[in-house]
């Protein structure tokens, strides 16, 4: 049983447009939701995260919306560029446990 | 400052035959974690340790696997005897007791195929 259902499995955005991840989620206790990116060989790296008791964050280019009531979550990417080409992991955790989404394999077209 | 070590980088074997992965975690961190990503579901967590101690292992699939931290530094994940099912990319991560639960460092993973 999945904890966190991630969407869309693949992503083709043009340089300069906005990428949207979203997911899911069932269980309330989970109380943090961090968003990893990963690259080709590489390990998943910490991008982004946001705590339940708000809407909104935003670091950069990239930001978090998180609906509480709904159980969803999505991260947004503005003004996409080709760098931004990976593997994008959504998760959810209530104290040492981490579940992941599915992930999402985003290109961007140049 | 050197990442997480995991080694072998790729193993290829076959049927019940064992396979041992091993994980150098950052050089401090007290929390290490074992996932496997059968990149149908995500990253599955399969257990972790706080120093030597094992604090949770309920995702381990089968008691074919079984995972050690004898010292508390490197970690080795077992699988005994392999099956063709358990082919998937496995993933170390590491934090350090004093930083938010949050920061957890990925390693690149040993990518296990089990023909």
Known sequence: QQQV????QSLIVQKGGISIINCAYENT???YFPWYQQFPGKGPALLIAIRPDVSEKKEGRFTISFNKSAKQFS???MDSQPGDSATYFCA???FNKFYFGSGTKLNVKP | DAGIIQSPKHEVTEMGQTVT???EPIFGHNFLFWYRDTFVQGLELLSYFRSRSIIDNAGMPTERFSAER?????STLKIQPAEQGDSA???CASRDRWTGKE?????????LLVL
């Open chain 1, 5 to 8: 259902k991630q969407s869309p």
């Open chain 1, 29 to 31: 206790a989970f109380d």
């Open chain 1, 75 to 77: 991260l947004h990417i």
């Open chain 1, 92 to 94: 959810a955790t209530n």
């Open chain 2, 21 to 23: 992965l091993r994980c």
């Open chain 2, 70 to 74: 004898p010292d508390g530094s490197f």
């Open chain 2, 89 to 91: 990319v496995y993933v």
């Open chain 2, 103 to 111: 920061t957890q460092y990925f390693g690149p993973g040993t990518r």
